[in-house]
Structures are given as structure tokens and as C-alpha cells.
């Protein structure tokens, strides 16, 4: 059973993959290697890295390769609608491979994000009538397609750092 989904789990990363390098094409850039490895890197992370983390892990291994680059391919893949770009923290924009309707959940120390399922199956398309209520108020006649929520707080390690540095003072 185990094996099953993490098989099951390898050919969606593989689908999305190929997605994404057709998207890649499709908006004119060359497929390199570089590109390549810049997609690989994207598609399997669940930490919504920013272009900067995913430089800064890739230049060892491709050491040729610019920020320029990383940063022209992710924003290629967003304007394609195969990432989202997010910017739910201050500092660099964020980049989700997960384009299945989802919350997040941020750290208001660290800026860490994390992927929070819906809440109530189909949450997404169908809002609780308090919220279809409070939209239609602001801008009657809109048609809703999504409600995303942004749980914020502390992350487990920035909250031990938090009682360490009390400690300590
Ligand atoms: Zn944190
Ligand atoms: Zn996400």
C-alpha cells in the first residue's frame, strides 16, 4: 500500500514535471539543462521556496547558471498558471508548485509556509454563506471562485528559539 502511493505519488511529480517544461517552452525559453534542473527543483518542494532558496541550492551544481535565469523561468511558469507566485510574508515572492486550491500556513518569525488541504471537502467552490455573504456586500454581483485563508503564528522551531532566548536573558 505504501509502495503504491509513493509509486503513484513519483508519476504525478513526473506529470507535473513534463507540464511544466512544456510550459517553459511554450513561453518562448530555451528548455536547458539549467531550466531543467530549475523545474525538477520546483516541482517536488513543499517548502513554497522563494527564487533566491532555489538558486542558492541549485549554483553548486550548475555553477554557469544566473539568478536571471532562475527568476525568468519561475515567472514564466506562474504566468503560464503552472506555479503560483505568492507573497504572503515580507521579503522575496514565493513559489507554489501546488496549483490544487489549498490554505497556508506562514510563520510570522521565519516567513516559513506550508500547504493546509481544504478544510471541508469542496470548501473551495463553495464557500460558507457568511463569506459569499461578506463578498457580496464589498462587490455585489461577483462571482466567487476560491476562498484561500492564511493561518499565521509561530512554527514549532522558531517557538523553541523564542523560550531558548528567554532562558537565556
Ligand atoms: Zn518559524
Ligand atoms: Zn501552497
Known amino acids: 500500500m505504501v509502495l503504491f502511493c509513493m509509486g503513484h ?18 513561453a518562448g525559453l530555451k528548455l536547458t539543462p539549467q531550466r531543467m534542473a530549475i523545474v525538477k527543483e ?11 532558496e532555489i538558486f542558492e541550492r541549485l549554483q553548486p551544481g ?11 523561468t519561475l515567472g514564466a511558469l506562474s504566468s503560464a498558471g503552472l506555479c503560483a507566485a505568492l507573497s504572503l ?5 514565493r513559489f507554489d508548485p501546488n496549483m490544487v ?30 463569506a459569499a455573504k461578506a463578498v457580496a456586500h464589498v462587490a455585489p454581483g461577483f ?7 492564511i493561518f499565521r503564528g509561530v512554527c514549532s522551531s522558531c517557538a523553541k528559539n523564542r523560550v531558548r532566548t528567554r532562558s537565556l536573558t
Open 9 to 26: 505519488k513519483k508519476a504525478e511529480l513526473a506529470d507535473k514535471v513534463e507540464k511544466m517544461l512544456a510550459g517553459v517552452r511554450a
Open 42 to 52: 520546483l516541482a517536488a518542494d513543499e517548502t513554497h521556496p522563494t527564487a533566491q
Open 62 to 72: 550548475l555553477p554557469t547558471m544566473s539568478f536571471a535565469t532562475v527568476y525568468n
Open 89 to 93: 510574508s515580507p521579503g522575496s515572492g
Open 101 to 130: 486550491p489549498h490554505h497556508h500556513v506562514v510563520c510570522d518569525v521565519c516567513g516559513a509556509v506550508r500547504d493546509v488541504p481544504p478544510l471541508a471537502p469542496g470548501s473551495f467552490r463553495s464557500p460558507d454563506a457568511s
Open 143 to 149: 462571482e466567487l471562485r476560491s476562498v484561500e485563508r
